[in-house]
């Protein structure tokens, strides 16, 4: 069984700097076997995609909104992936999930539907 639990949630101000860790058992997501993303959501809205991570290639792709402020990276010694992000901004507050799959690639990785396995989700909250 697989389980993905992020960690490093928190609230700071604009401008600062933060980093979100996504543990797993039951699947690698230190190597390139799987494909590992972030998606941000707020409440009563569709997750929207972060960045992600692809298996094999270990390509990286980023959203607009995020590119050059977040970087996503594996840690092979602790089988987890980080989310770096800098120069927060409110805009930047949701709930972030972390999720994985051994069968996403492509522009399969932007879609939320196309991931079988999910965290619970940190609460990042940007705010003077």
């Known amino acids: 069984q697989v389980q993905l639990a992020e960690s490093g949630g928190g609230l700071v101000q604009p401008g600062a700097s933060m980093r979100l860790s996504c543990e797993a058992s039951?699947?690698?997501?230190?190597?390139?076997?799987?494909?590992v993303a972030w998606f941000r959501q707020v409440s009563g809205n569709q997750r929207e995609f972060v960045a992600a991570?692809?298996?094999?290639?270990?390509?990286?792709y980023y959203a607009d909104s995020v590119k050059g402020r977040f970087f996503i990276s594996r840690d092979k010694d602790k089988n987890n992936v980080n989310l770096q992000m800098m120069t927060l901004k409110p805009e930047d507050t949701a709930v972030y999930l972390c999720a994985a799959d051994d069968s996403v690639w492509g522009s399969r990785l932007y879609t939320a539907s196309n991931y079988r396995n999910w965290g619970q989700g940190t609460q990042v909250t940007v705010s003077v």
């Open positions: 039951g699947l690698s997501l230190a190597g390139s076997s799987s494909s």
């Open positions: 991570a692809e298996f094999m290639s270990d390509n990286r």
